[in-house]
């Protein structure tokens, strides 16, 4: 797998993130945050051990991992916003899953960065 690649599929993946934070209904934020899930799956997690980063390895892999994380935690927070029966519950929630898709483009950017120092 070449570095452009990876790059290319990072910012695909970037961008998903983009559209899963303009969604307001939560109905299509569960199937959007479930195929966000898949892709990273199929695309994303098996770029961790195909990639040499030789000086930042364990930065690509702890990056991944936090992505791997977070993709799940958000699954949960969305299911919670789901069940909310009170409008100020369901807008903390809905705050949270505002905040974890933050820190998901956070990581990418990460990955991105670590990509554009092994290139460079």
Excluded at 20 to 29: A, D, E, N, P, S
Excluded at 94 to 116: A, K, N, Y
Aim: net charge positive; glycine share 4%; hydrophobic share 40%.
């Amino acid at each position: 797998m070449t570095f452009a690649h990876a790059t290319e599929t990072l910012v695909h993946y970037a961008e998903q993130l983009t559209q899963l934070q303009r969604v307001t209904g939560q109905k299509v934020m569960a199937q959007q945050a479930h195929n966000l899930q898949t892709f990273f799956r199929q695309n994303l997690w098996p770029l961790a051990s195909q990639l040499e980063l030789p000086q930042h390895q364990a930065q690509w892999l702890s990056a991944t991992t936090e992505i791997q994380r977070h993709m799940r935690l958000l699954t949960v927070e969305i299911s919670f916003a789901q069940a909310a029966r009170q409008g100020p519950t369901r807008q903390q929630r809905l705050g949270q899953i505002e905040h974890r898709l933050e820190q998901l483009q956070g990581f990418t950017q990460v990955m991105l960065s670590l990509l554009g120092k092994v290139q460079t």
